[in-house]
């Protein structure tokens, strides 16, 4: 089974600054697709950004990129140029790709990291 | 567009009586995931549904818990006899076809007394 661990259970910057997320994953499978997901106090899940295995160029949205080490297992989220909108609870979510008769392609989330961003 | 609604958004029940959870994905949209988060843990996978159909159950507790997705109205998620143990955040997630993204509702939070 496939397991997702986030190391960091608290992390905090400095408005403006920049900060990295850590994420590592176990799996057998060779394709499969990694997600960030942030949780502000409202609760929604918000999908920030996702990569794809086969895909070897790093994912990035606006101020948001992963550095994705295939080998390594890694899946680490930097966020640039941090703002006060962006202290959340940030998940990484692991899914196979592998179509299987009768599967899911259910997400296997990590325990996440509470973001806080200090003025 | 309306999202993935889900209500409702807080529920309290005592030890014993039955909750249930509703959730009406976006608008054609004919596969639906339902998450557990317990208190400081991420979102577990319970059960996946397509209209009518449950397809993988395999994180759903094998008692009290019961999920449907029929084909007209909302998916409903029921815990029978609730326990305090059953107190945390269910998410309610739809899809239109595999690949595609997946929305999340706002989830809603049972808490046992």
């Known amino acids: 089974a496939q397991t997702v661990t986030q190391s960091q259970p608290e992390m905090s910057v400095q408005e403006a600054e920049t900060v990295t997320l850590s994420c590592t994953y176990d799996t057998s499978e060779s394709d499969y697709y990694l997600f960030w997901y942030k949780q502000p106090p409202s609760r929604q899940m918000i999908l920030v950004i996702r990569?794809?295995?086969?895909?070897?160029q790093n994912a990035t949205e606006n101020r948001f990129s992963v550095n994705f080490q295939k080998a390594a297992k890694s899946f680490s989220l930097k966020i640039s140029d941090s703002q006060l909108g962006d202290a959340a609870m940030y998940f990484c979510?692991?899914?196979?790709?592998?179509?299987?008769?009768?599967?899911?392609?259910?997400?296997?989330f990590g325990k996440g990291t509470k973001l806080t961003v200090n003025p | 567009n309306a999202g993935v609604m889900q209500n409702p958004r807080h529920l309290v029940r005592r030890r014993g009586q039955e909750a249930r959870l509703r959730c009406s994905p976006v608008?054609?949209?004919?596969?639906v995931y339902w998450y557990r988060q317990l208190p400081e843990e991420g979102l577990k996978f319970m059960v996946y549904l397509q209209k009518e159909n449950i397809i993988d159950e395999s994180g759903m507790p094998k008692e009290r818990f019961s999920a449907e997705f029929p084909k007209e109205g909302p998916s409903i998620l029921r815990i029978q006899q609730v326990v305090r143990g059953d107190s945390a955040a269910y998410f309610c997630?739809?899809?239109?076809?595999?690949?595609?993204?997946?929305?999340f509702g706002n989830g809603t939070r049972l808490t046992v007394t």
């Open positions: 979510a692991y899914r196979s790709a592998r179509r299987k008769q009768g599967g899911s392609e259910k997400l296997v």
């Open positions: 997630a739809s899809r239109t076809t595999y690949n595609s993204p997946l929305h």
């Open positions: 608008k054609g949209h004919s596969h």
């Open positions: 990569q794809e295995a086969y895909k070897q």
